[in-house]
């Protein structure tokens, strides 16, 4: 058993992971990128396209896709932030509805470059089905289908009860809100693909190589340190999401939170007949603390969310979670009764980078602008990352597009406050978000 098999996903790679070897010595490189997750990978290969003449050296810590990125439901959704109603509260209407235009770039342009450079991640294009499953998730999408048609957003479909129990055979869907751009895919052989096209491009990748600490040389220069090795970079970009809580420069920028995974067995003809679910869409309730579920190839149900485990200073050991496994579990009967007695497989977690407002950001480290990091993409992060690395490569390559004059480029983030109050505001929020679900969102 190796230290980064930390999910289903990742057991189902083709072959063996040989890790790429670490950097001795000290080597000089153009731009350094912390974080083999999908956003390192995608900065990486994007720079390598943008000018290959650039040097990119990228330190993963374990291996390219240990982290989120190995481990997470795989929907390529829309959602920009936790809702569009927290969005909009927060950056008002236009803002808002630009974040949601370039999701839905986010969204296609992943799955053009699945399908442009061959890569093998089990993308199906299933759309994403938002539902309500009690009275007040039934308010919230219908706020959410008015700011739709105030934004004249396209390529949203209405579900009533009457389609949704045609699609799928349980009767809590009451309402849905289904966007047949989005997919689901398996994200660990994403991750993998990502690392090899980066390859491909000639980005150099260190696996096994964690950066035990960060300076600036006389020179201005980047000095990278890792347990045998030192890098010098003249661009440093730290795609390190949740893990960043380990860098004094990102330490208040955000907080990680752990989310659950649950598996079953493959679900045979049968069963597959008597849940319907023909379409194979991805699946979310509108709760705070949502499932999100979705079928794999091989027809086994994942299903994931419920509560959230926090985490206390730098520990990020929280996979595990012996009561939301629970939860997971008995929810998927709770929506498919007929599979009652289906075997769970494998349970696994893994953490997700929250800001204050629960809005990403790409940023730069104090005003010194080759310095990039990006975090804060919470639980909807699978294509954003990808398309946030081409932003982040444009930014080091003096571009200016639609992408790197986002209004969350630069934009300053209120600062988590430092431990002990970070943990108690932390399960302050929690808690508050806990007791609507039981009360309202059920
Ligand atoms: C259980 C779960 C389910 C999710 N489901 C979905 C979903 O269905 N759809 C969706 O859109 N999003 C989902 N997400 C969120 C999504 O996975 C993330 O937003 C996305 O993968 C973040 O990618 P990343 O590259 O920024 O970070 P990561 O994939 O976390 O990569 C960061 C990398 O940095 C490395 N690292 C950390 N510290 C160091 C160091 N000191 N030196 C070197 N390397 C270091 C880590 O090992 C890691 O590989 C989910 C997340 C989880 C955990």
């Known amino acids: 058993m190796n230290d980064w098999n930390k999910s289903w996903w990742l057991e189902t790679l083709p072959g063996p992971i040989t890790p790429n070897p670490a950097p001795e010595g000290t080597v000089k490189t153009d731009v350094a990128v912390i974080g083999g997750g999908f956003t390192g990978l995608s900065t990486a290969y994007h720079l390598k396209k943008l000018d290959p003449g650039l040097e990119v050296r990228l330190l993963e810590s374990h291996i390219c896709g240990y982290g989120a990125s190995g481990r997470n439901g795989g929907f390529s959704m829309t959602l920009f932030g936790l809702t569009k109603g927290i969005t909009r509260f927060r950056f008002g209407d236009a803002r ?54 105030k934004w004249q957003l396209e390529g949203i479909e209405r579900w009533d009860r009457a389609r949704l129990q045609q699609e799928f055979h349980t009767d809590l869907y009451r309402l849905g809100w289904f966007e047949p751009r989005c997919g689901i ?98 699946v979310e309730d509108a709760r705070n603390f949502i499932h ?7 027809n086994r149900i994942v299903m994931g969310g419920g509560d959230v485990t926090l985490t206390y200073g730098t520990n990020l050991d929280r996979d595990l979670n012996e009561r939301t496994f629970r939860h997971l579990e008995q929810h998927i009967t709770e929506v498919y009764p007929q599979l009652r007695g289906i075997r769970i497989t494998h349970r696994w977690g893994g953490p997700v980078s929250i800001t204050t407002d629960m809005a990403p950001v790409i940023g730069f480290l104090g005003e010194d602008r080759r310095a990039l990091f990006s975090v804060g993409c919470i639980g909807h992060g699978v294509s954003m990352t990808h398309l946030n690395g081409l932003t982040m490569a444009e930014l080091i390559c003096g571009k200016k597009t639609e992408r790197t004059e986002m209004f969350f480029v630069g934009r300053k983030v209120i600062p988590w406050p430092p431990e002990p109050i970070r943990f108690a505001v932390g399960h302050l929020i929690r808690g508050y978000m806990r007791l609507e679900d039981r009360l309202l969102y059920k």
């Open 292 to 298: 999100y579920y979705r079928l794999t190839r091989d």
């Open 96 to 149: 808002a509805r630009a974040a949601h235009a370039y999701m839905e770039q986010a969204v296609d342009y992943l799955y053009r470059l699945v399908q442009e450079q061959q890569l093998d991640p089990d993308y199906e294009a299933t759309g994403y089905l938002l539902v309500a499953t009690s009275k007040a998730q039934e308010k919230r999408l219908e706020h959410d289908f008015k700011l739709a048609e």
């Open 185 to 282: 895919l398996n994200p660990a052989k994403q991750a993998r693909a990502m690392k090899a096209l980066a390859e491909r491009e000639g980005a150099i990748i260190h696996e096994q190589s964690p950066v035990t600490r960060i300076r600036r040389g006389a020179d201005r220069r980047f000095l990278i340190k890792t347990p045998e090795g030192e890098v010098q970079a003249d661009y440093l970009v730290l795609a390190t999401n949740a893990y960043s809580i380990a860098f004094p420069e990102l330490r208040s920028k955000q907080t990680p939170v752990f989310t659950h995974i649950v598996l079953t067995e493959p679900l045979t003809d049968a069963q597959m007949q008597a849940i319907g679910w023909q379409n194979r869409a991805g």
